[in-house]
């Protein structure tokens, strides 16, 4: 089983979750100055994070049915974060406020091993992903996000994963025909 399944099961079992939302599509669960307190698991939908610099916006990070997402900066840190926060489509979450989850992380070492696993997972995931935006050509990073990712194009829209391949709608699609 997956850290970040295991981790939902623990959860679930404990009964820790605190609230759960039923958010519409185009709805910002964060925004850019905001603080991240929550830790969220998406039980249904899709959700994307992204920045906005000189009125464009480049998405990050997207999570789906199965995943938890935070602005993890600020979850963190309990810093403010430039990141949004938006759903793609109505979405289903959990939510675990941060200090709760912290807590018991703190007193169990079975949580802290398996959010140290999933930090690890995230951290490697960060690397690749600066890696092919750093030195593959489009092509090479469409073609590697399909092969780590080929969920991504039955859930997310494709004006969305242009902006995270950083390359434009036009791109992708030309890339995706050939």
Same mark, same amino acid.
């Given at each position: 089983?997956?850290? &970040? ?7 679930? =079992? ?35 994070? %992204? =920045?906005?610099?000189? %009125?464009?916006?480049? &998405? ?8 938890? %997402? ?53 951290? =490697? ?9 750093? &030195? &593959? ?15 991504? %194009? ?25």
């Amino acid at each position: 089983m997956s850290p &970040t399944h295991e981790l939902a099961r623990l959860i679930e =079992v404990e009964s820790l979750w605190e609230k759960s939302l039923d958010l519409p599509r185009n709805t910002y669960l964060k925004v850019s100055g905001s603080i991240d307190r929550n830790l969220y698991y998406v039980e249904e939908g899709s959700l994307r994070m %992204f =920045v906005i610099r000189e %009125f464009e916006e480049h &998405t990050i990070r997207f999570a789906y049915t199965g995943n938890f %997402f935070a602005a993890l900066d600020s979850f963190i840190t309990g810093q403010p974060s430039d990141l949004y926060i938006q759903t793609i489509r109505r979405t289903q979450l959990k939510v675990l406020s941060r200090s709760r989850f912290m807590e018991v992380v703190q007193q169990s070492p079975e949580y802290s091993a398996i959010w140290t696993r999933i930090l690890e997972l995230v951290v =490697v995931q960060q690397l690749e992903r600066e890696q092919d935006i750093l &030195t &593959t050509s489009p092509a090479e990073r469409y073609e590697r996000v399909m092969q780590r990712s080929p969920q991504l %194009f039955q859930e997310i829209p494709h004006k969305y994963i242009a902006s995270y391949l950083r390359m434009t709608p036009e791109t992708l699609s030309r890339i995706k025909k050939s």
